[in-house]
């Protein structure tokens, strides 16, 4: 009786492990990388921050001056927009649909792409409440930071891929 408990977690796990399922690990980036120079255009202090703490827990190492680097990793384009998604019965904005967007590229100190300009798209859902604005406005402000932190991740696996 107590090997018939056990099977069906047996039978998940060999299931699992069938299909090619496996968490998503660290994706680290090659050492022949070298230095890398993060282009983010304007004053987007939080993008360069992530991506900064990104690749070097990564193993890359950073530097100020594109001079200096053996690669560019150009941000072209990062932006927010917002649509409303819908609206109650007296005509007010119940939810909206917060969208981020942005290019990004890896050049070699040749100029060469190492990695080809791409783009990355991420969409989060957000409610709003007129009687609780602040709430609101800070269910917003995270809804920012964590499309920020996906974009992040994609641009990282997406470079790991290629690179690879």
Not at 1 to 22: I, S
């Amino acid at each position: 009786m107590k090997r018939l408990c056990h099977l069906p977690v047996l039978v998940a796990v060999l299931l699992l492990a069938g299909c090619g399922f496996h968490v998503r690990g660290n994706y680290q980036l090659p050492d022949t990388l070298g230095a890398v120079f993060i282009d983010v255009p304007g004053y987007d202090y939080d993008l360069r921050h992530r991506l900064q703490q990104a690749l070097t827990s990564r193993g890359v190492t950073l530097v100020d001056d594109a001079a200096d680097a053996d690669a560019v990793l150009q941000i072209t384009r990062p932006r927010f927009a917002t649509r409303v998604l819908s609206v109650g019965t007296d005509a007010r904005v119940r939810e909206h649909e917060l969208r981020y967007t942005l290019g990004f590229q890896l050049r070699g100190r040749d100029g060469k792409y190492l990695v080809p300009p791409q783009s990355v798209e991420l969409l989060r859902d957000v409610t709003y409440d007129e009687t609780n604005i602040l709430g609101s406005q800070s269910e917003q402000s995270a809804g920012r930071l964590e499309l920020q932190d996906q974009a992040v991740q994609q641009i990282v696996r997406r470079l790991a891929a290629r690179l690879s």
